[in-house]
């Protein structure tokens, strides 16, 4: 049962538009958010985190917002490159004494064109 | 520079075979991962190791086997008894926990004929 859902397989944006991610997840105990990027043939990389205290998080292009009562969370990317093309998963932590634990989103992955 | 080297980048066995991926990270982290990626999938945990000598079950261990005898190293043996090893597998990394970043290496895609 996957606890953490990414509904949109793909995404196809303008260079210079707005990509908006989404991402829900059904546990309430999740409580930390993060979002990763995957090019081809490499693993992914750390994009952008959230901690459910906060309702959003900003680092340059990019902008995570959290709704907790809908249990959604997005990741804006402000404008959009063609290096940003990859895969994005949204992955999400619980409140709990174990910190190793991640439940990851299957992943959306965004085209940027030119 | 420091990060996470997988090896091979490819792999190919039998049926039956026990295969062993390599993990070796120089950024001194104490955690390491072992994960799956499957198609239209999210990354799921088969093994973690919070120190030396010390691994836990993920959720997807059944048919896998690991050790830690070196802060390292996290090599991964995929057994016999995995129903459905060809998968794409993920090695990673982080100073403490998953809520710091996780550094992953740039895996090794495993094919079971």
């Known amino acids: 049962d996957q606890q953490v859902k990414q509904n949109s397989p793909s995404l196809s944006v303008q260079e210079g538009r707005i990509s908006i991610l989404n991402c829900d997840y059904t546990n309430s ?6 979002w990763y990027k995957k090019y081809p ?27 907790k009562s809908a249990k959604h969370l997005s990741l804006h990317i402000v404008p959009s490159q063609p290096g940003d093309s990859a895969v994005y998963f949204c992955a999400a932590s619980p409140r709990s004494s174990n910190d190793y634990k991640l439940s990851f989103g299957a992943g959306t992955t965004v085209t940027v064109r030119a | ?12 066995r039998k049926e039956g075979q026990n295969v062993t991926l390599s993990c070796e990270q120089n950024l001194n982290h104490d955690a390491m991962y072992w994960y799956r990626q499957d198609p239209g999938q999210g990354l799921r945990l088969i093994y973690y190791s919070q120190i030396v000598n010390d691994f836990q079950k993920g959720d997807i261990a059944e048919g896998y086997s690991v050790s830690r005898e070196k802060k390292e190293s996290f090599p991964l043996t995929v057994t016999s008894a995995q129903k459905n090893p060809t998968a794409f597998y993920l090695c990673a990394s982080s100073t403490q926990g998953v809520r710091s970043p996780l550094h992953f290496g740039n895996g090794t895609r495993l ?3």
């Open chain 1, 29 to 34: 105990m999740f409580d930390y958010f993060l």
């Open chain 1, 41 to 67: 043939a490499e693993g992914p990389t750390f994009l952008i985190s959230i901690s459910s205290i906060k309702d959003k998080n900003e680092d340059g292009r990019f902008t995570v917002f959290l709704n």
């Open chain 2, 1 to 12: 520079d420091g990060g996470i080297t997988q090896s091979p980048k490819y792999l190919f």
């Open chain 2, 111 to 113: 094919t079971v004929t």
